[in-house]
């Protein structure tokens, strides 16, 4: 039996697949078809100070191997995620990832204290939303930004570790990681969407109403698995590694490059059980193949 439990700022999770914000709600719907318990943990939709309806529909497209979304973060404003969802999640034996979205840094701290206060296992903040004028983005593609949003959610966080989600829309992702990581960040996720744009030829109309989106899906996992590896080159802290992945094999791929946890997300989409699916592919792929500690698949890889 392989030992599936791996560690993520300090945090233990049961086994390393976790399910990425935004692609699965506050789990309500899922948590019908399944166990919320067999997760690793739940990266929450994401959350801001007041809520938001979203952007206007449509919101989503198909590409190739992957989706185009432009949803806005929709959700129910910060106080009522602590109030009523993080209260219904404590039910299951799982960690709660809260995903946080500020305009401004204040915001961004006002965020961390109340979410911390909740009594979340651990907050991810999204500075790289492709999706929202202001903030989100914005502050992911800048070096001194993306510090400046990390340092201020970790010193409202008290003992909650931090996990600062990077942007993949960027020259150079290394210097964002290392900024965040100078900054107090206790791990990184990545990636976030790549920014991407559909047009209906007939009409002329972007298919998004938002014109851009941001991409996900299979079509993006050389992209993150690329990523992930050079960031684990550039720094010490642990990361959590997403992008299309559908399949164990995709995971180990994430985890082998450098990821000590993985995040599924589009997948679901297509088929709810992908992340249960995923967690047991992981599993059987390292009974097959002699790995006793799943752990020991981080950063395995042998570059030529
Ligand atoms: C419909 C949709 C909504 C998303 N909303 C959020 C969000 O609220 N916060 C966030 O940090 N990432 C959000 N993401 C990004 C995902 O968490 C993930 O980083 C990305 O989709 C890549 O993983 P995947 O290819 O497995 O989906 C969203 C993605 C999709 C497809």
Same mark, same amino acid.
């Given at each position: 039996m392989t030992d599936m439990r791996v560690t993520l700022a300090g945090v233990e999770l049961k086994n390393p697949i976790v399910v990425a914000s935004g692609t699965f709600g506050f789990g309500h719907e899922y948590g019908e078809l399944f166990? *919320?318990? @067999?997760l690793g943990g739940i990266c929450v939709k994401g959350t801001t100070v007041s809520r938001r309806d979203g952007n206007p529909s449509p919101r989503i497209a198909e590409t190739p191997s992957g989706i185009l979304n432009a949803v806005g973060?929709? %959700? &129910? +404003?910060?106080? /009522? $995620?602590?109030? @009523? @969802?993080? &209260? *219904?999640?404590?039910? $299951?034996?799982?960690?709660i990832i809260a995903n946080i979205s500020g305009n401004? =840094? @204040?915001e961004y701290a006002l965020l961390s204290e109340k979410v911390s206060a909740a009594g979340v296992d651990l907050i991810e903040v999204n500075i790289s939303c !492709? %999706?929202?004028? #202001? +903030? +989100?983005?914005? $502050? +992911?593609?800048? &070096?001194?930004? /993306? /510090? /400046?949003?990390t340092d201020a959610v970790k010193r409202k966080a008290g003992k909650v570790p931090v996990m600062t989600k990077l942007s993949p829309n960027v020259t150079d992702i290394t210097e964002i990681a290392r900024a965040a990581e100078s900054a107090g960040a206790d791990a990184l996720s990545l990636i976030n969407?790549?920014?991407g744009m559909r047009i209906d030829v007939r009409t002329r109309r972007p298919i998004i109403r938002n014109n851009t989106g941001g991409l996900s899906g299979? #079509?993006? =996992? !050389?992209?993150?698995?690329r990523m992930v590896w050079q960031v684990a080159n550039a720094v010490k802290v642990p990361l959590l590694g997403m992008g299309g992945v559908a399949s164990g094999s995709d995971a180990a791929e994430l985890m082998m490059a450098g990821a000590s946890a993985v995040a599924v997300g589009t997948a679901l989409f297509g088929d709810p059980y992908a992340a249960v699916r995923v967690r047991s592919e992981l599993e059987e792929f390292c009974e097959t193949n002699g790995v006793a500690a799943v752990r020991e698949l981080t950063g395995s890889v042998r570059p030529w």
């Amino acid at each position: 039996m392989t030992d599936m439990r791996v560690t993520l700022a300090g945090v233990e999770l049961k086994n390393p697949i976790v399910v990425a914000s935004g692609t699965f709600g506050f789990g309500h719907e899922y948590g019908e078809l399944f166990d *919320l318990s @067999e997760l690793g943990g739940i990266c929450v939709k994401g959350t801001t100070v007041s809520r938001r309806d979203g952007n206007p529909s449509p919101r989503i497209a198909e590409t190739p191997s992957g989706i185009l979304n432009a949803v806005g973060l929709q %959700n &129910p +404003g910060v106080d /009522a $995620f602590c109030a @009523e @969802e993080v &209260p *219904l999640l404590r039910k $299951f034996d799982t960690k709660i990832i809260a995903n946080i979205s500020g305009n401004t =840094l @204040e915001e961004y701290a006002l965020l961390s204290e109340k979410v911390s206060a909740a009594g979340v296992d651990l907050i991810e903040v999204n500075i790289s939303c !492709p %999706n929202v004028k #202001a +903030g +989100g983005m914005a $502050f +992911g593609t800048d &070096p001194r930004s /993306a /510090a /400046a949003a990390t340092d201020a959610v970790k010193r409202k966080a008290g003992k909650v570790p931090v996990m600062t989600k990077l942007s993949p829309n960027v020259t150079d992702i290394t210097e964002i990681a290392r900024a965040a990581e100078s900054a107090g960040a206790d791990a990184l996720s990545l990636i976030n969407t790549l920014l991407g744009m559909r047009i209906d030829v007939r009409t002329r109309r972007p298919i998004i109403r938002n014109n851009t989106g941001g991409l996900s899906g299979p #079509a993006v =996992l !050389p992209v993150a698995v690329r990523m992930v590896w050079q960031v684990a080159n550039a720094v010490k802290v642990p990361l959590l590694g997403m992008g299309g992945v559908a399949s164990g094999s995709d995971a180990a791929e994430l985890m082998m490059a450098g990821a000590s946890a993985v995040a599924v997300g589009t997948a679901l989409f297509g088929d709810p059980y992908a992340a249960v699916r995923v967690r047991s592919e992981l599993e059987e792929f390292c009974e097959t193949n002699g790995v006793a500690a799943v752990r020991e698949l981080t950063g395995s890889v042998r570059p030529w």
